[in-house]
Structures are given as C-alpha cells and as structure tokens.
C-alpha cells in the first residue's frame, strides 16, 4: 500500500510552552479525500505547516510518498502543493505573473509554464483578471489564486487549510466541484475544516483531531452512521440502582433519575418508552441534547 502521507509520532510544542501536537499519527492512501476536521485551536494549522515544513516540528516524522521530508525536502515538496490561510503571494504583483513565478520556482520553463497557467486560470475562472493586480481581488478569488499557485508544478498530493473560510457560499460549492474533480483525476486531497457539512461533501475518509491528540481516524460513512443518532434526557418518575438494558439503545445513567438515551434514527423513540414501561420505567419529562450526544460521541471515539 502506498500511503501519500504518513505521519508517526508527531509532536509540535511552541516557543510558549504550547503543546500543539501531542504525537500523532496518521496514515492517507493515495487518491484519498481526506479531512482532518477539529474545532479551532485543535492543531489542524500546525500539522500543515509542518507538512509544509513552515513550521519545524519538535519530534516525529512525515513522509511524503515514502520520502521522508528531513531526509529530501526538494523531492517531498516537489509532490506537494499546499493552500495555507495566510495569503502568500505579493499583492502588487498581476495574477498571471504571480502564477508563472510559481512555476519558475519549480523550474518549468517559461514557454511550459505560458499554457498550463493559461489553462489553470480559466479553470479556476481567473483569466479574465490575469492582468489585475493581486490585491483588488475578492478573498473568494485570492484562496483561488492561491490554489492555482499550490497546483502549477502538478503535485501527487494537494493539502488545503480550511479552503472555504470566509468565501460565499457559490464559490464554495464553485470551489468544492473543482476540488472533486482533481481528485477524481488523481490528485490525493487532504483538508482541514471546521464545517462538518464541507468534509461531508467531498471526503471519503475523516480524521478528528482534538487538543492536539487524534480522536478518531475513519471512513466518512462510517462517522455519518454514528452521527445517525440523536441525544434524550429522560427524568424517571423513580430513581434506579442500575442502568436498564434495552436492546438497540444506547442508555447511560446520568444520575438516579436521569436517563440519557442515545436513538438511532431509524428506531423510534416511542417503542423506548414502550420497553422501558415494561420494565417499569416511567419517564416524567424529556428533553432533547445536542451537546451531550457530541460528548458522547467523542467519548465513544476515545474508547475505541
Ligand atoms: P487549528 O488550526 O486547529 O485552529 P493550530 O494548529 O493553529 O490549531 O493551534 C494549535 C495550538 O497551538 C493552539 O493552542 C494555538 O494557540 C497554538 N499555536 C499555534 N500557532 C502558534 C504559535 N506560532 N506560537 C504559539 N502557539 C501557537
């Protein structure tokens, strides 16, 4: 199995003190769409700017299609192409020239380089301003400059940081179609986001990452089948000793009287009642929790 990125055992602590990266890692196949998806602060921008190497990492290791990027950095970068959030081109410059200076860096020849990035613009709907300077265009059309620029030298592996932050919703499903069809062209994609729904879109595989340690590391589908389930608080008529088992539900004593009910969509709430009645359960109130079940569900991860 050839892996486009292997990470073992990497760990990032800041000039601060700041434990960005507690060890991890992971493991994306080749021609994968993969997310790493966590809420702000998790350590998603810190892993890619060590891919990246803008970042130095404190220990660990990455490789780049079996290159491993502390042992040759040219050849690992040369098959890569990363979009950061930062903007990282001059904004004086005309988009077309920033673009042919990419690939200059690369070493494509100009009169090679002349067409690709003719096409690459037209692509990303960016040929109409290839003489407009860099800074008069909108942040939806600067993250596309950017990615025209990670993609120029046709690298195996494509890593975006949060592609979409801050981009209106039509060139976010604009940006979503191109992204799929590179892939299905070859590209192996990895991304980070924020938005559930964006990895959810376009990725097959999904990894959660959480104060720097990884949560979960998985198929897309199979996460979704999880998140098929809705979170109840129940307050019983009488306190019990011990939690009731009631087959296809997951039930947790929150204290004597409180029962949490994790149901799957396909079961009805109703046919709960229903058993635990026969085990002469009655449920006084009942109240509906999202947050608890995103616990619940992050607990199940760390179990597993
Ligand atoms: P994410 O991209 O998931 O939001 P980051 O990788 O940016 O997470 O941040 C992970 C942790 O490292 C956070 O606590 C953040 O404050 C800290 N951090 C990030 N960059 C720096 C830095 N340059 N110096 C010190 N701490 C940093």
């Known amino acids: 199995m050839s892996f486009a990125l292997e990470i073992k055992n990497l760990k990032k602590v800041y000039a601060g003190g700041t434990e960005a990266l507690k060890g991890i890692s992971l493991n994306v196949k080749e021609g994968d769409f993969y997310a790493l998806l966590g809420p702000n602060g998790a350590g998603k921008s810190s892993t890619i700017g060590i891919i990246g190497t803008l970042v130095t990492k404190t220990s660990g290791s990455v490789k780049i299609f079996d290159v491993d990027i502390d042992e040759n950095v040219a050849i690992a970068k040369s098959m890569l192409g990363v979009v950061s959030q930062e903007i990282n081109f001059s904004q004086f410059e005309k988009v077309h020239d920033i673009v042919i200076t990419q690939a200059g ?80 062209k070859g590209t192996t994609i990895i991304l980070t986001t924020h938005y559930l729904e964006e990895a959810e879109q376009l990725c097959r595989n999904i990894g959660i990452i959480d104060y720097g340690e990884i949560v979960a590391d998985t198929s897309m589908k199979d996460l979704l089948s ?79």
């Open 105 to 184: 860096f690369y070493g494509i020849k100009k009169s090679i380089a002349e067409p690709k990035v003719e096409e690459m613009l037209k692509r990303l709907g960016l040929w109409d301003k290839r003489n407009d300077q860099a800074r008069t265009l909108s942040g939806g059309y600067k993250r596309r400059l950017m990615i025209a620029k990670a993609l120029i030298h046709e690298p195996k592996l494509l890593i975006l940081d949060e592609p979409t932050a801050g981009v209106d919703i039509e060139l976010r499903r604009e940006m979503w179609s191109f992204l799929k069809e590179i892939n299905e």
């Open 226 to 304: 999880r998140l098929d389930v809705q979170g109840f608080i129940m307050d019983l008529d009488k306190p019990l000793e011990k939690e009731p088992t009631v087959e296809g539900f997951e039930l947790k004593l929150e204290d004597p009287s409180t029962l949490f009910a994790a149901v799957n969509k396909d079961k009805s709430i109703n046919s709960l009642f229903g058993e635990l009645n026969k085990l002469g359960i009655k449920v006084k109130s009942m109240r509906n929790e999202s947050n608890r079940l995103e616990e619940l569900f992050i607990e199940m991860i760390k179990k597993k």
